[in-house]
């Protein structure tokens, strides 16, 4: 027992800084690998799609009628289609979706550094060394199902890091009139609601807090967001397509029911009232001692909000996330969305920032290391890449030398756009969210409907049931299958 006791205690009091390297070169290759396990994911094959588009034609978004059936587009503002498109003259075609992928394990990191320098600007008094270990055991252990539709290059992280920059770069805590770096943070603030719906809430906020704290700088700041943010509505608004998929599908959905809500949020509610027994422990079981801890920690947070517009805006963007995640859509991914936004707040709040470096290092090395070996974790990120990459060998042998009609998906358009001959792709998820959302249709319906109208070569979607129902029923076989896709070829008889 003495024994045990003894390598107990040298276990705990191995100076784990030593290992912070080796720490943070794991992590990156768990987001690298992760990230890449998220090569069908449609959040950015929607843009993926439009960039090949622009390439072809000229035109992010295509000239078609309401109502037809849609190729391949993203319901999110272009932003990362533009991106896509600047990197798509750089690089070979074949190679920019897994870049792309690569920039958002970049970004998310940025994110949190930019999180961090708001932490130390925010509250001087407090040391952030513990800061990294505590993000690892937070994004794995707390907010993981963000972070794989993060890693999937979901836009909403890159544009709060570049809206957050934006104020950075402004620096209105400075009595100085440093009007260059106002100028380039309000275009940076203001240029970033391309990548992202919810972020016109924050354009909005940061003139509400001008105009309420009366500062001559903020209400100078704002006039180039608001600016854009006429002008990209108006290009909406001449624009029906874009409009139809960006702002009507997402409109036109309604809301859970607070049942709802709460089974597919269980998971995150679970985590809380776990971390709150911890807490409870920590304070010997004092509800008391534990709130006036909180309470105590406040007014730091209080002076904040009153001085700078950093936790006001990252308190309306978490509100938009909860907001989005009641609307039917909506998913566990924009409740913890709400959570990442309010790190900062939570780090200073439960005084994280005390805890031991030491201690977090050792929590961080454990939760890392059981994800790496578990197969919900890095082994299935794995798997997924191998699909991925294997379904794209084989749609990339099919040929044809005539025009042909393929169907397609967002999350199966990573193959796709490796088929050499010359075809026309027309995307299942696009017209259920262009038409089908509004009309009140199902994904099912949607596609009885497509093949109704048209006649397809080639059928290549995301491997779903209900989806092969319709289809094994249909004069289609299938010519390939794996556990993310399959290919359907028309038959002849």
Known sequence: ?????????????????????????????????????????????????????F??????????????????????????TILSIFFGYLLPSNF?????????????????FIQKKIIDKSFEKIKTNNYWPFII?????IVKNWLGIALAFKADTLALSLGLTGIYLANFQNKDNNYPFLFLGSL??????????????????????????????????????????????NYLLNNEIAYNITITSVLSSGFYSFKEWILF?????????YLFCAFLIFSNFSLNFL????????GPIYKNLNSSPYFFILIIFSLSAFASSIKIGGNLVNTELGVVCLLPIIYYLLSIHKIKKNHLILVSWIVLFINLISNSGIQNSIMNFQNSIEMKKFVSKL??????????????????????????????????????????KSADIILKEILDKKNYEYIILANIDSINKILNVSKYSIIFENELGIVWKKSFE
Not at 98 to 106: A, C, G, P, R, T
Not at 291 to 298: A, H, T, V, W
């Open 399 to 440: 040929e044809s030398k005539k025009q042909i009609n393929i169907l397609t998906d967002s999350t199966a358009y990573y193959s796709v756009r490796s088929f050499k001959g010359s075809g026309n792709f027309d995307n299942l998820r696009t017209t259920y969210l262009a038409n089908g959302i509004k009309n009140k």
């Open 1 to 53: 027992m003495e024994l045990m006791k003894l390598i107990l205690k040298k276990f705990l009091d191995f100076d784990y800084n030593k290992t912070l390297p080796y720490l943070f070169l794991f992590y990156f290759l768990y987001l690298l690998i992760s990230s890449m396990g998220g090569l069908t994911r449609y959040e950015l094959l929607g843009h993926i799609g439009s960039a090949d588009r």
């Open 188 to 233: 940076l603030f203001g240029f970033s609601l391309i990548f992202k719906q919810q972020y016109v809430s924050i354009i909005i906020a940061m003139l509400i807090f001008g105009l309420f704290k009366k500062n001559k700088k903020i209400l100078i700041f704002s006039i180039f967001p608001m600016i854009f943010l006429l002008f990209f509505s």
């Open 96 to 112: 920019l979706v897994e870049f792309m992928h690569i920039i958002s394990v970049l970004v998310i990191l940025y994110f949190f």
């Open 137 to 141: 055991i937070f994004t794995i252990l």
């Open 291 to 298: 709130f006036l801890r909180i309470k105590k920690n406040m």
């Open 265 to 273: 949020n269980h998971p995150l509610i679970k985590i809380f009232i």
């Open 55 to 80: 390439f072809q034609t000229g035109q992010i978004y295509p000239l078609i009628e309401i109502n037809e059936i849609y190729p391949t587009i993203s319901e999110y503002f272009p932003g990362l």
